[in-house]
């Protein structure tokens, strides 16, 4: 079946950049997603990215996509205190049914 | 529109109680998702309904689990009986046609 993986955490100070990464193994993978979910709330589409983009730029944050390699980033430039909170990353399966997510990533961004 | 609306927003209840959990999605999404997190096993789908039809059930854990969705506009995620192995945070999700994901606030449930 579909794996989607990701690493536990991470730790950068403010106004420094982070990168998330995600590998993931359905190389039919159509839709691709970060989520980002703050404490005690549900989760919040941040960006999402069509299979055949390599890149994906949307303010502060960017999306690289290497099909080849199945891998998934998310670069958040100026990280903000307010940008702590666990970042998931996602892919629709064939057929556009279910989303696959990985198993998130705390970030925590230290003033 | 208001977002996926879920209720209640924290449940606790005692081993062997029934317990149901309600959703309502967004206006004129066709799909629908129930989700259940916890620290262990991270987000887990427990199955999702494709213009109210139940499409994969697969992830509910036993047939103590049970989930409707008699319209467009209500669900019902439903345990009977609990246990405590229940206890974790269940999210309830739609779909719009641009295959775009929104989520609920989420149901904190807690079996004591």
């Known amino acids: 079946g579909e794996d989607v993986e990701q690493s536990l955490f991470l730790s950068v100070r403010e106004g420094d950049s982070s990168v998330i990464n995600c590998t993931y193994t359905d190389s039919s993978s159509t839709y691709l997603y970060w989520y980002k979910q703050e404490p005690g709330a549900g989760l919040q589409l941040l960006t999402y990215i069509f299979s055949n983009m390599d890149m994906k730029q949307d303010q502060r944050l960017t999306v690289l996509l290497n099909k080849k390699d199945k891998h998934l980033s998310l670069r958040i430039a100026d990280t903000q205190t307010g940008d702590s909170a666990i970042y998931f990353c996602?892919?629709?399966?064939?057929?556009?049914?279910?989303?696959?997510f990985g198993t998130g990533t705390r970030l925590l961004v230290s003033p | 529109d208001a977002g996926v609306i879920q209720s209640p927003r924290h449940e606790v209840t005692e081993m062997g109680q029934e317990v149901t959990l309600r959703c309502k999605p967004i206006s004129g999404h066709n799909s629908l998702f129930w989700y259940r997190q916890t620290m262990m096993r991270g987000l887990e789908l427990l199955i999702y309904f494709n213009n109210n039809v139940p499409i994969d059930d697969s992830g509910m854990p036993e047939d103590r689990f049970s989930a409707k969705m008699p319209n467009a506009s209500f669900s019902t995620l439903k345990i009977q009986p609990s246990e405590p192995r229940d206890s974790a945070v269940y999210f309830c999700?739609?779909?719009?046609?641009?295959?775009?994901?929104?989520f609920g606030s989420g149901t904190q449930l807690s079996v004591l």
């Open positions: 996602a892919e629709t399966n064939t057929g556009f049914q279910k989303l696959v």
């Open positions: 999700a739609s779909r719009d046609d641009n295959e775009k994901l929104f």
